[in-house]
């Protein structure tokens, strides 16, 4: 397409990119603590630890906060704490309970917007902090936060994608960059029954059975994140940069490697992609088919021309180590 970046451009800037780097390393973490095997009935390595409870699943995600970024923006790290928890969640097709935090800070007067973003951000998606840990007299700002939540029996996973799943993106465009950072935010200042409504939408595709593979746009940014969808149900397939639903004016190369407040990756049969699309366009979530799952074991980027670029080959080596069973190709 015209204006795009060529194809091999856009696949280096996505295996150059820090999130991605820093979901590099979560390989070596499975393998020393023995976590990478395909015994478990729940594969490690998704948005949450789900552990089956009742007729459903606990889920149990948590999240951690660069310094720097605490340092530099403490109220939007605060109400991030509680907002890309709910993500996890919702990515597994859950909806939260509770969270609790960590919060390091050297003195209480740094520590307060922080703790001002996390009681905003609880208020505004309907989830309370019941407890955690504080110290005020640490060398720097940092902060962990960790959420509880529930799904019912059918979960979403990053291990059910199967060859012939089309590929769907669901993004919440309504936001602006958080500049210099690649936060795309769409949260902050938008009421909170739309934001609740809004990841409510997991669990419901998951409930009605239209879909059982997810994962949320993270620091890895969109196509970073698709990778380990990919890896995770051992499967390969390819992206079309141009059908990726972005916001007017913002570049793709750095949309790419934009983190969104709303964003979500799903894969599913083909003939339900215009009920899933339907739902979020019912939410004025902008969402679209842009891509496919196959057996290749080798993520590609393709233009309308059928040109492809190779992002990453699973057969060669690994990205974050995790992954659920073999699929009939």
Known sequence: MSGLPDLDALAEGVRRARGLAHKRDIDAVMRRLGLAGRG?????GDDCAAIPDGDGHLLVAVEGFLEGFVAAD??????CGIMVNLSDVAA???RP???VDALWAREQ????PVLAGLAVAAKLYGVPVVGGHSNTRAQAPNLAVAVLGRAGPRLLTSFDAVPGDCLIAAIDLRGRFRDPHPYWDASTGAPGERLRGDLDLLPGLAEDGLCRAAKDISMAGLVGTALMLLEGSRAGGWIDPAAIPRPEGVALGRWLGAFPSFGFLLAAAPERVPAILA?????GIAAAAIGGIDASR?????????????VWDFLAGPLIGCGGPEHAA
């Open 40 to 44: 478990a009935a729940i594969p490690v």
């Open 74 to 79: 403490p109220y939007f790290a605060g109400y």
């Open 92 to 94: 597994m097709g859950g």
């Open 97 to 99: 309970i509770a969270v």
């Open 109 to 112: 007067a740094e520590a307060d």
């Open 279 to 283: 739902r979020f366009a019912g939410r």
């Open 298 to 310: 080798v993520a590609r980027l393709r233009d309308a021309s059928g040109a492809e670029a190779v």
